[in-house]
């Protein structure tokens, strides 16, 4: 796919069956498809980036309090205070051919703009280790030590994105 291959991308607001598939290919392949429902799937809202008939990338945000940082001594992380209404973003995943041509970050920024306009102060995600550049290139910080989620067994690290 060439530089300008996303110009013709639409991005939309999207019922969760509309984009579980493509979550659950990009973030869960070989595991059961419940491993990619998410507790607020219901009542979250899911973004899918479309060229065409085919969806390319989806993301999906929704309200949960941020715990809050644990003490930075010694680690190299912000230290972020608790946000009841912090928004959380989930299952952000970019078709694999298609990665690397600015689809993940035009849906990011509709799903932040999504919570800004539910006036959310402060988002957050787990973001996966591989990909930390892709967050801290749009502005998100480290706000946590990395950790191992149990349904990956992959290395995440607590970003956050202030929406002051
Ligand atoms: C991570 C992911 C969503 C990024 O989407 P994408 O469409 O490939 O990314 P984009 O092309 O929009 O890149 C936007 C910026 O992030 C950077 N970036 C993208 N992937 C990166 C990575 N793995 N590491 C570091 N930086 C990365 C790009 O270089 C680009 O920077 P620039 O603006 O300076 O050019 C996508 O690659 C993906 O689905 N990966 C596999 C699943 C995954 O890890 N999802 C995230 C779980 S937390």
Do not use: K
């Not at 402060?122 to 149990?150: D, K, Q």
């Amino acid at each position: 796919m060439g530089a300008l291959g996303h110009v013709s991308l639409v991005i939309r607001r999207a019922d969760v069956a509309e984009i579980r598939p493509l979550r659950h290919a990009v973030l869960r392949p070989g595991q059961p498809d419940e491993d990619s429902v998410y507790a607020g799937d219901d009542t979250a809202v899911h973004v899918g980036a479309w060229d065409g008939e085919a969806l390319v990338g989806c993301a999906t945000v929704f309200a949960d309090p941020w715990s809050g940082s644990p003490a930075a001594t010694g680690g190299d992380w912000q230290e972020v205070p608790a946000e009841p209404a912090a928004w959380r973003l989930r299952g952000m995943a970019v078709d694999p051919g298609r990665q690397g041509d600015g689809v993940g970050a035009r849906v990011l920024t509709v799903v932040v703009d999504v919570a800004r306009e539910a006036g959310a102060p402060l988002m957050w995600a787990n973001a996966r280790s591989a990909v930390l550049g892709f967050y801290l290139g749009s502005g998100w910080l480290v706000a946590g030590p990395e950790f191992i989620t149990p349904d990956t067994g992959l290395p995440h690290i607590p970003v956050v994105l202030p929406l002051g």
